[in-house]
């Protein structure tokens, strides 16, 4: 008989957070995987959990994988645990996962606390749709595509962002979305979290008057309402309709880029070809 896989959500910051079927389970497995041992430690040695641990992260994550299905197919039971909140959410855990489903194995999730949930839930953004987009590209140029590319997205995004990148985010976030609603959702469930709340500029501005930027950050902006009605005017139609209410061509080729939820050089492009 194959053992079961269990992927157990920690807490994200206050230990109080955990299940109490979370900690059965940890105490009740053979072994845990996990990101970094020494993080995990601490969380164990607190419930008074003594258990073999096993390291579990992006560098070692294939060979880890195979061994530890090989410990499952043998009937062991294994817990995955990440450094702070729910596995596979912006963390290592999907090449275990299949795997262990590829051979057979059960894998049981065991829900938890979730920086992402958590800050959609307080942000006070539109939650009848989200879309949770992990970690934005670390290259200034590719994290401003991307957001480019988000920007006809009608729904409220998240991010998980870095305190040292937070400030370049937001720049380029208010050039890529204007002044759409954005959360800064910093250090939850601990002792110093805090909600920002306004547009990327007002952030950006109450966060660059700081000495420096610490912490976990959740990162959230709010749907394009204007994205969200549906305008099939073509987008060259759109400009010169602008340029005769009085706008020059580029501030027409802005206006309709706002209005459409669109990057300004996808419109610029548009109407030049």
């Known amino acids: 008989m194959t053992g079961t896989l269990y992927i157990v959500a920690t807490p994200i910051g206050n230990l109080e957070d955990i299940t109490l079927r ?51 197919a043998s009937g062991a039971s ?109 250090e939850l469930t601990k002792l110093h979290e805090e909600f920002l709340r306004g547009t990327a500029a007002e952030i950006r501005a109450q966060l660059a008057a700081r000495p420096s930027v610490k912490g976990e950050i959740t990162l959230l902006i709010g749907k394009s309402e204007a994205a969200a009605v549906i305008d099939t005017t073509p987008l060259d139609a759109a400009v010169r309709a602008a340029e005769r209410r009085g706008l020059s061509r580029m501030e027409a080729i802005k206006q309709v880029a706002k209005e459409r939820g669109l990057a300004k050089r996808e419109v610029y492009r548009e109407v030049i070809d």
């Open 22 to 72: 979370a900690l059965r389970v940890l105490r009740e497995v053979d072994s845990i995987a996990c990101e970094d041992t020494r993080q995990t430690a601490k969380l164990l040695g607190h419930f008074a959990i003594s258990k073999p641990v096993v390291s579990y992260h992006e560098h070692n994550e294939a060979g880890r994988a195979t061994e530890l299905v090989k410990r499952l």
């Open 78 to 186: 294994v817990a995955l645990v990440t450094d702070a909140g729910t596995p596979l959410v912006s963390d290592p855990g999907y090449r275990l996962v299949q795997a262990a489903i590829a051979a057979g194995v059960t894998v049981v999730p065991i829900p938890g606390a979730s920086a992402a949930i958590a800050a959609v839930s307080a942000a006070g953004l539109p939650t009848d749709a989200f879309r949770f987009c992990g970690f934005l590209p670390a290259k200034s140029s590719q994290r401003r595509k991307a957001l480019e590319e988000l920007a006809r997205e009608t729904c409220t995004l998240v991010f998980y962002e870095t305190p040292h990148r937070i400030l370049d985010t937001l720049e380029e976030i208010e050039a890529a979305m204007g002044s759409r609603t954005v959360v800064v959702a910093r």
